[in-house]
Nanobody, 124 residues
């Protein structure tokens, strides 16, 4: 089992930045691909970014590609999401997830473990 805990969310003005962290415990995540997803009120959960187990390959949702950066530190069992130039439409609960495959995926069904999420609110 892998337990994931997100942190770093909060309230920020449009144009600002936040850095989300996802701390893993239980099994080591060094063999897992990791992903970030988000869910806004009344909307489906959507893919944000994912990173391979080694950190050598990243993928992003097209609308976030130029503003968000995913990274990981396997020694610390932590995954990060740096979010810049935030917009009100980025307001959502952000979830971290772990995939037992080591290649990044944008498909929700690929992920085996999920955190409880952290709220990000961007004011205009």
């Amino acid at each position: 089992q892998v337990q994931l805990v997100e942190s770093g969310g909060g309230l920020v003005q449009a144009g600002g930045s936040l850095r989300l962290s996802c701390a893993a415990s239980g099994r080591t995540i060094s063999m897992y691909a990791m992903g970030w997803f988000r869910q806004a009120p009344g909307k489906e959960r959507e893919f944000v970014a994912a990173i391979s187990s080694s950190g050598g390959r990243n993928i992003y949702a097209e609308s976030m590609k130029s503003r968000f950066t995913i990274s990981r530190d396997n020694a610390k069992s932590t995954v990060y999401l740096q979010m810049n130039s935030l917009k009100p439409e980025d307001t959502a609960v952000y979830y971290c997830a772990a995939d037992r495959n080591n290649w990044p995926s944008s498909a929700i069904y690929e992920y085996d473990y999920w955190g409880r999420g952290t709220q990000v609110t961007v004011s205009s």
